[in-house]
């Protein structure tokens, strides 16, 4: 594992105490990472680009759960954490370092270091340990919005005062560019450190890949390659079976009740219902059971898992 440092330790600032709101500034079409709650929240890769990671508690029937909603946008890595780790809360900041070219996040009780695309700490006095994956989903804005009249969006930090308006700190363009560019890594964002390369020609190394762990085995479903299959794929990852669904430039992963799902248009059919494939949830009520994921581009799901760690 490659590791440098980049920037000072909290050059880039987490949010410690996000507030939420029922309105949001950018575009119906930008990205959030949705968790469930009461109500359902939304992170939008807007903000997270500029903070990386957001430390919340979620309330859901009378359980209290501390996450780490985190972004990593050299990798385009979208995760959600659970932030206890051996019955401690953990609070996470940016570390300025990178891991092969992956965000590195800190913790402010032990002064671990974690690699943000695997979850796993490999500095400090939790070396070895491994944070677990919550289910999230990454869609528009537009789309959370629809199919969540009462749920709120997290607010920005910058820009309450009026002096800059939050649209024009939280600018997307830099980060829209690496992303539509060949080159990847820090060399690719920034245009220095080392330039990597890629020696395989059926994938590209930004290729969006939702990565599915279970029982010690890892699979990263490409979008394209789920596309390409109709849409929906069928599959069993360390003995858990899975449906993974790819539709409106949105992939997700549910536990596979066994239906026969037939893409129909923006929707899924199957078993009588007709379904949302971002949240799996049915037109009679019946909602599928997702599947702790990680979204991110296929160069950094390769290095921590290897060149066939994907499903082919």
């Not at 600032?13 to 950018?26: H, I, K, N, R």
């Not at 990178?98 to 671990?112: E, F, H, I, K």
């Not at 974690?114 to 289910?135: H, I, N, S, Y």
């Not at 629809?146 to 820009?159: C, E, I, M, R, S």
């Amino acid at each position: 594992m490659h590791v440098e440092s980049v920037l000072p330790r909290d050059a880039i600032p987490s949010v410690d105490a996000p507030e939420f709101g029922p309105s949001y500034f950018g575009d119906p079409g930008d990205q959030v990472v949705v968790v469930d709650a009461d109500p359902p929240r939304a992170y939008p890769i807007r903000l997270l680009s500029y903070h990386e990671v957001v430390n919340d508690v979620l309330d859901a029937d009378g359980d209290r759960t501390p996450i780490a909603v985190t972004w990593c946008p050299i990798c385009w890595s979208a995760v959600v954490y659970d932030r206890t780790v051996a019955r401690q809360t953990l609070e996470f900041g940016v570390s300025g370092k990178l891991a092969d070219d992956a965000l590195v996040l800190y913790d402010r009780q032990t002064d671990s270091e974690w690699k943000q695309t695997t979850g796993e700490a490999f500095a400090g006095d939790l070396e070895g340990a491994k944070l677990d994956v919550l289910p999230a989903s990454l869609v528009p804005y537009e789309a959370f919005r629809d199919a969540n009249p009462n749920g709120v969006v997290l607010q920005p930090t910058h820009g309450r005062d009026g002096t800059q308006s939050p649209r024009t700190h939280y600018d997307m363009e830099p980060y829209e560019r690496y992303a539509e560019s060949e080159p990847f890594g820090l060399y690719g964002m920034r245009g220095e450190g080392r330039q990597r390369s890629w020696n395989r020609a059926d994938l590209d190394p930004k290729d969006v890949v939702l990565g599915v762990e279970a029982d010690g085995e890892a699979v990263g479903y490409p979008a394209r390659r789920v596309e390409a299959a109709g849409g929906v794929v069928a599959d069993t990852v360390g003995g858990l079976a899975v449906v993974v669904i790819a539709a409106d430039g949105g992939i997700s992963a549910f536990e596979d009740p066994g239906f026969a799902f037939e893409r129909r248009d923006d929707d899924l059919a199957a078993d009588g219902a007709t379904w949302d494939p971002a949240t799996g949830r049915a037109s009679d009520g019946r909602r599928l059971d997702p599947v702790p994921s990680r979204r991110l581009f296929a160069f950094a799901w390769q290095d921590a898992h290897g060149e066939d760690a994907f499903y082919a």
